[in-house]
C-alpha cells in the first residue's frame, strides 16, 4: 500500500497549497513515484473576479475526479454524508494505481466553510491517510501556538494519535501584515529571527509527533503578476507593456508632489495615483525609462491623461511599463488590493517553481527519506530528481566557475542563484560599475560571495603566460594582448591556471567563441582521443542522454566509440544507468549501406574498450526507446526499449533529433556538456533562460570533481 499523506490546514491563509507543491517536488527529487490527490475541489477566494471569469488557483491534482464543494455541501445537507465519502474513496482507489507515496490535500476552512475540519477528519479516516497539521504562526507566541496546535489536534484525535504524525510549520517570521502576508515591507520583517525557538518546541518533544517542516516566510514567493491583479480589479489596459511577467512586491499610493515621490520609485513597486495626477504618471515613466524596473503603473477614478501627455510617455511604455486604469477613487482602490489573496495562479509557473523549491529545501529530510523506506528502488530517473542531484553533487564540489559574459542580464542572475543556493562559487568578469547597475535596476540582490572581475584591471597578468602556451605558433606579446581583450580567452586562461574550477559561457558567444579557446589553451585529457559533448533531455518522466550533438560533424568509427563511452561514463556520474543505444536509420542487420556499417563497427569498438558497459547497436530511435518495438525488432538486445544513452551517427543527425525532441515536446534541455577537456568548459545556447545557466553551472562543478 501507497505512503498516503494528508495535508490538513490549521485554519486558512497557512499557504497549504505552497506546502502540497513544496512536498511533491521534494518528493519528486528523491526519485518517489508521487501523485497528489484533491478530494474536495474548493473555489479561488478572489472575490471580486466575475463568476464568468473567475481566476482559478494553482491545482495540483493529477485527476479529474475530485468533487466539488457544492456537491458536498448539498448531500451532507440531506443526510447523505457517507455517500460522500463512499465516492471520495471510490476516486481515490482509480487514481492511486502506481503511486508509492499520494499527497492528499485537504480543505482550508473559510467563513463560508467552518465544517472544514470535521471533513478533513473524515476524508483522513476514510483513506486510512497519516495526518500532518500545516500552520502559520500568524502573530502568536510559540506558547500560544503551541495551543492552538494542540486544539487543532484534538478533531483528529490528539497528539497521541498515531495517524497524526507532525506538523508543517509555514510563513515564519512573516511581517504582521493581514493574514496573507501582502503587502509586507522588507523593513517590516525581523532581522533577528530566531528560528531555534520553533523548531524547539516542546509540542514536538513527543517521540511520535514531529516536526516536519519550518518554512520561512519570503517576499518574493507571494510577488503577483501585473496581470494578476488586473484581472482582479478588471482593470482598463492602457499599456499592457510585459504585464504577464512583470511582478509586484509591494503597493505605493501617492498622491504627493514629485519631489517627494522620488524615494518611492523603487523596483517591484506598484504605483496606484489619480488618473488625473500628470506630474505623478510622468515622473513614474521617466523612472522606468532611466532603468527602474517598477511593478506597474494603476490610475484611479476613470481618469485617463492625455495624448500628448502619453506621447512624453510613449518610451517608457514601449519598454514596458504596464499601466491599468480602474474606476474607483483612491481608497476604495486601496481596499480592494488589500484585499487581493495574492494565491498562485494555474499559469504562473515560474512562481510555482520558486515556491516548490523553498518549501522543499526547509522540510525534514529524514522523513521525506522514510518515504523511501518501502519503495521499490526507481530505475529512472525523473528530471525533478535529476535537477536535484545536480544541485547536491554541486554543492559538494564547492567548485569556483568564471563566468566570463558577466554583463549579461541571465547570467547575473544564474550567479547570484548559485552563491545564494550554495550550487557553486560565481565569477563574473566584466565592468564592475556596470554590472551593479545592472542588479540594482534589475532588482537582482549579489551575494557578497559572488566575485567581480573588471577584466581591465587583470589582463595584463596573462600575456606572458598566454605567450608560453603559444609559442609553438609564433604569437607574440602584441597578439597576446589583443586576443586578451576577449573575455573568454581571459577567462580560459584562468582555467588553464588552475585560478578558477570551471567556465561557462554561451549566452552571448557563439559555440565557435566558447570552444576554440579551450581546444587551443585546455586541449584534451590526457586519456582522451577527442572532445564531444551530450545533452541531458529532460523527459517527462525520465532523463535521457544525447550524444554527440554540438561538436564532431562526421565521427568516424573509432571516434564515435570513444563517443559513446565518454557519453555513458557521463551518465553513469550523475546518476543515470548508462545502457547505450547506438542509432542508425536500421536496427540489427536489416539494412546495409556504409553508415549502418560504421555505427556496427563502432559498437563492437565500444563493447571491446568497455566489455563493462551495455551497448548495443545498430537500433533505429524507437526500437532503442519503446518496449513493444523493441520486442519486434531487437528482441534479444540487452539495450532496445530501455535505452538511456542515445548516440548518434553524426552531427546532422545529433542536432537535428534533439532540437526535434526539445521544441516539439516543449521540454528542457541541458547542455551541451562538453567531455574530453582536461578542464571543464561548458557551452550555453544563445537563447539559454536563467535557469539553463544555473543548471550548466552546477554541471561544470560537479565535472571539476571528477
Not at 539494412?591 to 565500444?606: I, P, Y
Request: with cysteine; hydrophobic share 40%; charged share 20%.
Amino acid at each position: 500500500m501507497s505512503h498516503r499523506i494528508m495535508l490538513i490546514p490549521v485554519g486558512s491563509g497557512v499557504g497549504l497549497t505552497s506546502v502540497s507543491l513544496g512536498l511533491l517536488h521534494a518528493c519528486q527529487q528523491k526519485g518517489i513515484n508521487v501523485g497528489h490527490f484533491k478530494p474536495i475541489s474548493q473555489p479561488s477566494r478572489n472575490s471580486l473576479a466575475k463568476k464568468n471569469k473567475k481566476i482559478d488557483a494553482i491545482s495540483l491534482s493529477q485527476n479529474s475526479s475530485s468533487v466539488s464543494l457544492s456537491y458536498v455541501e448539498g448531500k451532507v445537507g440531506d443526510g447523505l454524508h457517507d455517500v460522500v465519502l463512499e465516492e471520495i474513496v471510490a476516486n481515490f482507489d482509480d487514481f492511486n494505481k502506481n503511486h508509492d507515496v499520494v499527497i492528499i490535500e485537504g480543505l482550508v476552512p473559510t467563513v463560508r466553510q467552518p465544517y472544514a475540519g470535521r471533513i478533513n477528519r473524515d476524508v483522513a479516516q476514510a483513506l486510512s491517510a497519516d495526518i500532518v497539521l500545516v500552520a502559520s504562526p500568524d502573530n502568536d507566541s510559540a506558547e500560544d501556538f503551541e495551543d492552538r496546535l494542540e486544539v487543532s489536534a484534538a478533531t483528529y484525535g490528539g497528539l497521541k494519535s498515531k495517524n497524526l504524525i507532525g506538523c508543517i510549520i509555514n510563513k515564519l517570521n512573516s511581517p504582521d501584515q493581514d493574514e496573507h502576508g501582502f503587502l509586507a515591507k522588507e523593513e517590516d520583517i525581523d532581522s533577528d529571527f530566531n528560528l531555534a525557538q520553533w523548531q524547539n518546541l516542546a509540542i514536538f518533544k513527543d517521540r511520535h509527533f514531529d516536526l516536519l517542516g519550518t518554512v520561512t516566510w519570503e517576499m518574493d514567493l507571494i510577488a503577483p503578476r501585473v496581470i494578476d491583479i488586473c484581472g482582479y480589479l478588471e482593470a482598463t489596459v492602457i499599456n499592457a507593456g510585459d504585464m504577464q511577467h512583470r511582478r509586484f512586491r509591494s503597493v505605493a499610493f501617492c498622491a504627493r508632489t514629485v519631489s517627494n515621490l522620488v524615494s518611492y520609485l523603487i523596483p517591484g513597486r506598484l504605483i496606484v495615483t489619480p488618473g488625473d495626477r500628470t506630474d505623478i504618471i510622468i515622473a513614474t515613466c521617466l523612472s522606468a525609462l532611466n532603468g527602474t524596473k517598477l511593478g506597474g503603473l494603476i490610475l484611479t477614478n476613470g481618469f485617463e491623461p492625455s495624448e500628448q501627455v502619453w506621447d512624453l510617455c510613449k518610451q517608457a511604455l514601449d519598454a514596458g511599463l504596464p499601466v491599468l486604469s480602474v474606476p474607483w477613487d483612491t481608497w476604495q482602490t486601496s481596499r480592494h488590493i488589500m484585499s487581493f489573496n495574492p494565491e498562485i495562479p494555474q499559469d504562473d509557473i515560474q512562481r510555482q517553481d520558486k515556491v516548490k523549491q523553498h518549501v522543499a529545501d526547509n522540510l525534514n529530510n529524514s522523513w521525506l527519506d522514510s518515504l523511501t523506506s518501502t519503495n521499490k528502488k526507481q530505475s529512472l530517473f525523473s528530471p525533478p530528481a535529476f535537477r536535484h542531484k545536480l544541485t547536491e553533487l554541486a554543492r559538494r564540489a564547492n567548485k569556483l566557475i568564471v563566468l566570463p559574459e558577466g554583463n549579461d542580464i541571465r547570467t547575473i542572475k544564474a550567479a547570484a542563484i548559485c552563491c545564494e543556493r550554495n550550487i557553486a562559487r560565481c565569477q563574473l568578469i566584466g565592468n564592475k560599475e556596470e554590472i551593479l547597475q545592472i542588479a540594482e535596476h534589475q532588482g537582482i540582490q549579489l551575494p557578497e560571495s559572488l566575485l567581480i572581475t573588471d577584466p581591465d584591471n587583470i589582463r595584463d597578468n596573462y600575456v606572458a603566460p598566454l605567450v608560453e602556451l603559444r609559442k609553438g605558433k609564433g604569437l607574440t606579446d602584441v597578439i597576446a594582448k589583443e586576443n586578451l581583450k576577449d573575455n573568454v580567452v581571459l577567462a580560459t586562461m584562468m582555467l588553464q591556471l588552475g585560478q578558477v574550477d570551471g567556465l561557462v559561457s554561451g549566452a552571448v558567444n557563439t559555440t565557435a567563441n566558447t570552444i576554440r579557446p579551450a581546444l587551443q589553451l585546455i586541449k584534451t585529457a590526457p586519456n582522451s582521443s577527442l572532445v564531444s559533448s551530450i545533452f541531458f533531455m529532460l523527459l517527462p518522466n525520465q532523463v535521457l542522454v544525447y550524444g554527440d550533438c554540438a561538436i564532431n560533424p562526421e565521427p568516424n568509427a573509432e571516434q564515435l566509440a570513444d563517443i559513446a563511452i565518454q557519453s555513458a561514463d557521463s551518465a553513469a556520474a550523475f546518476g543515470i544507468e548508462p545502457r547505450v543505444a547506438m542509432i542508425s536509420y536500421s536496427t540489427g542487420s536489416s539494412g546495409h549501406g556504409a553508415d549502418v556499417e560504421k555505427v556496427a563497427k563502432a559498437t563492437q569498438l565500444a563493447k571491446a574498450k568497455r566489455p563493462d558497459l551495455i551497448i548495443d547497436g545498430p537500433l533505429q530511435y524507437d526500437a532503442a526507446i519503446m518496449e513493444s518495438v523493441a520486442k519486434k525488432k531487437a528482441p534479444n538486445s540487452p539495450v532496445a526499449g530501455q535505452a538511456t544513452v542515445f548516440i548518434f551517427p553524426d552531427l546532422n543527425t545529433g542536432n537535428t533529433t534533439y532540437k526535434a525532441v526539445q521544441r516539439s515536446a516543449d521540454l528542457v534541455s541541458i547542455g551541451p556538456m562538453l567531455q574530453g577537456m582536461n578542464k571543464p568548459v561548458n557551452d550555453l545556447s544563445r537563447g539559454a533562460l536563467v535557469d539553463d545557466i544555473v543548471y550548466t553551472i552546477a554541471l561544470t562543478a560537479i565535472q571539476a570533481t571528477q
